[in-house]
Nanobody
Framework: QVQLVESGGGLVQAGGSLRLSCAASGRTLSTWTVGWFRQAPGKEREFVGA???????YYGDSVKGRFTISRDNAKNTVYLQMNTLKPEDTAVYYC??????????????????WGQGTQVTVSS
């Protein structure tokens, strides 16, 4: 069993930056795929990006060029660096993990473990 805890959310002005963290306990994530998703009120959960075990990163179209995912295996933590934030980035951000570390997982149903989420609010 793995537990995921997100942190780093908050309120930021448009154009600003935030870095979210996803800290894991219970298992070593270095061989897992870790993804980030977000969900705004009234909208479906959206794929933000993910990093697999190789590591290879891949992103959703709405955040390409602005968001960067990295992992620190020594700290068992995955980060989501968000730059040039826009009001439409406002959402609850979730990290998720799956032990199939060699695959590219873009769908929420492909992940078996989830954090509780952290709120990101971007003001205009």
């Amino acid at each position: 069993q793995v537990q995921l805890v997100e942190s780093g959310g908050g309120l930021v002005q448009a154009g600003g930056s935030l870095r979210l963290s996803c800290a894991a306990s219970g298992r070593t994530l270095s061989t897992w795929t870790v993804g980030w998703f977000r969900q705004a009120p009234g909208k479906e959960r959206e794929f933000v990006g993910a990093v697999n075990a190789i590591p290879v990163t891949y992103y959703g179209d709405s955040v390409k060029g602005r968001f960067t995912i990295s992992r620190d295996n020594a700290k068992n933590t995955v980060y989501l660096q968000m730059n040039t934030l826009k009001p439409e980035d406002t959402a609850v951000y979730y990290c998720a993990a799956d032990p199939t570390g060699w695959r590219s997982l873009r769908n929420s149903y492909e992940y078996g473990y989830w954090g509780q989420g952290t709120q990101v609010t971007v003001s205009s």
